[in-house]
């Protein structure tokens, strides 16, 4: 192996060479003939490794069509599902946006490919750290990452143009997130209805039901004044 002009060996080069074409074919096989025609979308699905953002050992199948254990009980989504809940999201750029669930980084590093700054909140602390430290060093200075009770939202940085949930609400989703909506911006989220699970936009009172999905309960945190009083 010899370094070349960048400090980089050659088979460090071929390996970003393979990845970057398992990541034109997950575009052009499982996004574009699957309906998938924001072309700022598609750009930022090709430009985000999603390699650097699951388990080592899994990393051969990142751009597998299916979701993927990162721990925590917890799962990176199919590609599919990442770019067809930031497409429903409608972004032209200079949005904050709000994304409930941070996960393993993943939809985050894309989202940021398409707003002009992300919150990101995830419940737990191990996942959220390890986000944030492969963020940064991938160089997504437009996302801040918190650790909380995503179904609060975050009240001091809305209004936001536009609210990603990655977990299922039951009927509808939380109250709290839909009041930090501005004006005519949309809120793509999971919820259950009678057992059936579905991907839906909500969007100025309106409901659109887009898919059938399988995520993990959107499960808010105890508030402790409720147990004190309990």
């Not at 990541?23 to 499982?30: C, K, L």
């Not at 750029?93 to 990101?120: K, M």
């Not at 200075?141 to 977990?167: C, H, K, L, M, Y």
Request: charged share 30%; proline share 6%; with cysteine.
């Amino acid at each position: 192996m010899s370094p070349d002009d960048s400090g980089t060996t050659s088979t460090e080069n071929g390996g970003r060479d393979r990845q970057a074409q398992r990541r034109a074919r997950m575009v052009e096989r499982q996004l574009r003939r699957r309906g998938i025609t924001d072309e700022r979308v598609l750009a930022a699905m090709e430009e985000v490794p999603r390699e650097h953002f699951v388990p080592e050992d899994q990393q051969n199948q990142a751009y597998r069509d299916g979701a993927l254990r990162i721990g925590e009980g917890q799962t990176i989504s199919q590609p599919w599902i990442v770019a067809c809940m930031a497409q429903l999201l409608e972004l032209k750029g200079n949005e904050r946006v709000l994304e409930v669930g941070t996960g393993s980084g993943y939809a985050a590093a894309v989202l940021s490919r398409l707003c002009r700054e992300l919150i990101t909140i995830e419940r737990y602390e191990s996942l959220a750290e390890l986000a944030r430290e492969k963020l940064a060093a991938l160089g997504y200075d437009n996302v801040e990452v918190r650790v909380g009770d995503g179904t609060r939202g975050a009240p001091d940085r809305a209004p936001f143009g536009g609210i990603s949930v990655t977990a299922t609400a039951l009927d509808e989703p939380p109250a709290a997130l839909v009041e930090q909506l501005a004006p005519g911006a949309a809120i793509v989220c999971p919820v259950d209805r009678g057992g059936r699970e579905l991907l839906m936009r909500f969007r100025e009172g309106e409901a659109e039901a887009v898919a059938p999905v399988r995520f993990v309960p959107l499960v808010p945190e105890e508030d402790p004044a409720e147990e004190e009083e309990a």
